[in-house]
């Protein structure tokens, strides 16, 4: 009898299956954190995969910035009740409103997700946060550990990362510090959405092709939304787009594409010119090292 | 279906790594305009006339102001046929640390020279740090051969002068192929050079698509560290976790339960898309056990008739990582498979000299990026392979306590088996 082959998507999907079990029997409290969008819903996937047919032993957390499409908000509260899960919501508007965070003039509250994470992750005592972060996103993310270890302030320091080596992750930490976890660190794009199609994982509908309206900003197509857009000189029109990530409204932006099914948007990734950060997130776009500087204080 | 190659690179800074590994992204379409053109801006911003490629791999802030490569980054690209992850390793002089970083989990290193200079010290270091760790298949890459007039004999020499280097640290001859590559100009990198018309060999790319990724584990005899127990009561399911670090698991198949001793079959091999007739090495999987054992993350699970064996007392050889040095005596945490145990260090024995490649007398105390024999105590018996049989049953990591630091790749046994 012989033994089946694994092809390059079951061997990422026993890695991270792997991960996922690992973390279980070394922390006390891990968390996933879960915003609805593609990478974290496939987390969500291999992490049933890890532990079936006994439950998924961590529960979900999202930082909601108050800047989120309907339709993935409605998503996320639909999955969790599918499957089971237990979700805690940080809502970025609560530290707004009682004064620890302050709005920025520009609008956007990504960078202000930070704050509110590293509150919930002490309050709650989390010491292993699983996040959907992928080596192929951006340079500094090609420099992260699957597990990371995080200092007293939640921050990364590149120079000082421990040696990963075989597959023996070493997940030791103080009182107070904790370990972030990549478990598809190894994943690209086109294998995230070539497994979404295997798998036939369901995802929020903004990911496909779809009549909206949005305006032009700094190249990008940006929906209507309450964090301040369309501004003065921007104008409204209705445009066949969808999402190639999803997160704060105010920095990500459509792509005009008429895909509708898994097959065609694959097919549109294969053949894309631009990655999926530099296609669609503003914040990527600050400076050299705006990735890396988020990373240091503490964002995922 | 395609599969997955893990390969590492390996090589002195002027050897031009970033450069081949530029090339390789760039000449495989794995560099988006977005990315390209940050390049462009950021070269332009250094006052430079053409894009400087190595910035598409530096990410880091330090790294770009300093113009050097701080640690391990992983690539990834593909072609029609494969996919590949590349540890894309710094190649500092004295730094033996990422070099095991980048190689611990790569089925292929690509092994860079210097034309010009052919086989020197930091090739010898490297090929014996990759001989160690027991990677597979190596690649030497002899680079910048425009520079000496693509010199036919000269590149035959330096090809002959590694395979007596390799052959000494015990690879199989069929294990190594050198290729004679510009990076720079892109000559048998991914396509065919015009100017070596009489090198018959493959290029890397074609190299790196059709070398067979089968690993060393496959036809090793079962092995999985139990990971957690995964317990359903309202089907009262009970099963082990793991990934199969060796060998293959069927149902029907003799185990025993290590470092226990227990004996039992196994009765059924799961997935979350049902149950598996056989899983191979590298599969992550649930094994239910015909009889209710004591079984609990930290044992092995391995073939009845082929076990590892099990011991309190190791022979092994560490590389050091950490800049704390290592003395005899040391109480530190050790772990292997999902186990950690307390260790006691014993008595250190030779060091391993990477310029001559050989061991030679033993030291006082362990230094960063050294390489010696030691002997070890632990607190718990491990049931443990020789790391030059089964790579995954033979590693293991030594754990700072204060810090949680890991301070040592350690490997039981001897692997490095020199030929005189």
């Not at chain 1, 990362?161 to 107070?176: K, T, V």
């Not at chain 2, 391990?72 to 690209?77: D, E, G, K, P, S």
């Not at chain 2, 001989?131 to 910048?144: D, E, G, S, T, Y």
């Not at chain 2, 009845?304 to 560490?318: H, K, M, Q, S």
């Amino acid at each position: 009898m012989t033994v089946p082959v694994m092809d390059a998507l079951d061997a990422l999907e026993s890695e991270a299956i792997h991960i996922f079990r690992e973390v279980a029997g070394e922390f006390d409290r891990p968390v996933i954190l879960f915003s609805g969008g593609k990478d974290s819903t496939l987390l969500v996937h291999l992490a049933v995969k890890a532990f079936a047919p006994a439950p998924v032993p961590f529960p979900l957390l999202h930082v909601d910035t108050g800047h989120n499409y309907a339709e993935v908000i409605a998503f996320r509260d639909a999955i969790v009740e599918r499957l089971g899960l237990r979700l805690e919501v940080a809502h970025v508007q609560d530290w707004i409103d009682d004064g620890r965070l302050t709005e920025r003039p520009d609008g956007t509250r990504n960078p202000l997700q930070t704050v509110p994470l590293l509150d919930s992750i002490v309050e709650k005592k989390y010491d292993a946060v699983f996040g959907g972060g992928r080596r192929d996103e951006e340079r500094a993310r090609a420099k992260e550990r699957i597990m990371s270890l995080r200092d007293g302030f939640g921050r990364w320091d590149p120079r000082s990362q421990r040696p990963e080596l075989w597959n023996l992750y070493n997940g030791r930490h103080a009182p107070g510090e904790h370990v972030r976890v990549f478990p598809i660190s190894n994943w690209t794009e086109l294998d995230v959405w070539r497994y979404i199609q295997r798998e036939r994982i369901e995802l929020p509908s903004i990911y496909y092709s779809h009549r909206r309206e949005v305006f032009r900003r700094d190249g990008m197509w940006l929906a209507e939304g309450p964090w301040g857009g369309p501004r003065g000189g921007e104008a409204l029109e209705e445009r066949t787009v969808r999402y190639r990530t999803v997160g704060d409204g105010s920095c990500t932006g459509a792509v005009e594409s008429t895909a509708t099914t898994l097959d065609e948007i694959i097919a549109e990734v294969t053949a894309s010119r631009l990655t999926e950060r530099g296609a669609t997130r503003a914040d990527d776009r600050l400076s050299e090292a705006a990735m890396e500087d988020r990373k240091r204080e503490g964002y995922f | 279906m395609k599969d997955l190659l893990r390969f590492a690179t390996a090589g002195s800074v002027d050897d031009g790594k970033s450069t081949l590994v530029g090339r390789l992204l760039y000449d495989t379409k794995s560099v988006l305009a977005d990315q390209i053109e940050a390049v462009q801006r950021a070269s332009v911003d250094k006052g430079l006339s053409t894009p400087d490629l190595s910035l598409l791999v530096d990410g880091l802030r330090a790294e770009r102001e300093q113009g050097i490569t701080i640690d391990v980054a992983y690539r990834y690209f593909s072609t029609p046929t494969r996919e590949f992850v590349l540890a894309d390793t710094p190649g500092h002089v004295q730094y033996t640390r990422n070099t095991v970083t980048g190689a611990s989990t790569a089925e292929l290193a690509v092994l860079l020279v210097d034309a010009r200079y052919g086989v020197v010290e930091q090739t010898r270091r490297h090929a014996a740090v990759l001989a160690l760790l027991q990677v597979p298949r190596l690649v030497l890459a002899i680079n910048k051969i425009d520079l000496i007039g693509y010199d036919q004999a000269a590149l035959e020499a330096i090809g002959k002068d590694f395979a007596g280097l390799a052959r000494s640290l015990g690879f199989a001859d069929d294990a190594v192929v050198t290729i004679p590559v510009s990076a720079l100009v892109g000559d048998n990198v991914v396509d065919r050079s015009g100017h070596t018309p009489w090198y018959t060999g493959p290029t890397l790319l074609g190299h790196l698509e059709s070398v067979p990724v089968t690993p060393p584990e496959a036809d090793s005899p079962f092995r999985m560290p139990v990971q957690y127990v995964i317990r359903e009561h309202a089907s009262d399911y009970r099963g082990y976790a793991g990934q199969v670090a060796s060998g293959t698991v069927r149902p029907g198949d003799a185990v025993v339960v290590l470092p226990g001793g227990a004996t039992t079959t196994v009765a059924g091999v799961d997935t979350a898309d049902g149950p598996l007739d056989a899983a191979g090495a590298g599969r992550s999987v649930t094994v239910r056990l015909a009889d209710d054992i004591d079984l609990s993350r930290g044992d092995v699970l391995a073939a009845a008739g082929a076990a590892p064996r099990v011991t309190n007392e190791l022979d092994a050889t560490l590389c050091w990582l950490s800049d704390k040095p290592l003395r005899p005596g040391a109480r530190l945490l050790l772990k292997h498979g999902t186990r950690t145990t307390q260790v006691i260090v014993g008595a250190l024995g030779q060091r391993l000299d990477t310029d001559t490649v050989s061991y030679v007398d033993a030291p006082e105390q362990l230094a960063i990026n050294d390489i010696a024999r030691v002997s070890l105590r632990t607190a718990d018996a491990l049931p443990v392979d020789d790391y030059a049989d089964i790579r995954a049953t033979g590693g293991f990591l030594l754990i700072d306590p204060p810090t949680g630091n890991t301070l040592a790749a350690g490997l039981v046994g001897d692997p490095l088996r020199l030929q005189a």
